[in-house]
């Protein structure tokens, strides 16, 4: 099993809008890119899908950007993955008619929802990624 992508860095972006949640900062696309190693016109149909779920808003204008839209403790990867993947992390085909094949096929289902149950524990805050020093000025010696 393998987590797309795609959620992978919306988990990543909103991490970074959350670092800054207190701050009501909004953070600019090229930056967010930056900071997390992405594309940035990958990045916005990221957002627009994020937007599009409630998770970020968007504000126009020389200092527009995003900004995420609830607390970062309200926000959980199962969440996330709603509205990246459409509530499916793991998806099973109907099988090819066998004889097992509706059996494995509940199986899967059983383990995407214990999985999407276990991510709606995990919330933004945890990972939001530690303080970087400002030009030593944060450094305990």
Not at 32 to 54: C, D, F, K, M, W
Not at 72 to 99: C, H, Q, R, V, Y
């Amino acid at each position: 099993m393998r987590l797309p992508l795609k959620t992978e860095y919306a988990c990543q972006v909103l991490a970074q809008l959350a670092s800054t949640y207190a701050s009501g900062e909004v953070r600019q696309v090229e930056e967010l890119a930056a900071a997390e190693h992405l594309s940035p016109n990958y990045l916005v149909q990221i957002l627009t899908t994020l937007r599009q779920a409630g998770l970020v808003i968007s504000r126009r204008g020389k200092n527009g950007g995003y900004l995420l839209a609830r607390h970062p403790e309200d926000i959980t990867l199962a969440e996330i993955a709603m509205a990246l993947e459409g509530g499916a992390l793991i998806e099973s085909s109907p099988g090819n008619g066998g004889k097992s094949a509706e059996r494995v096929r509940h199986a899967w289902v059983r383990v995407n929802e214990a999985m999407l149950q276990s991510c709606g524990s995990i919330t933004l805050t945890e990972l939001i990624p530690p303080r970087q020093p400002q030009d030593g000025a944060d450094w305990v010696i």
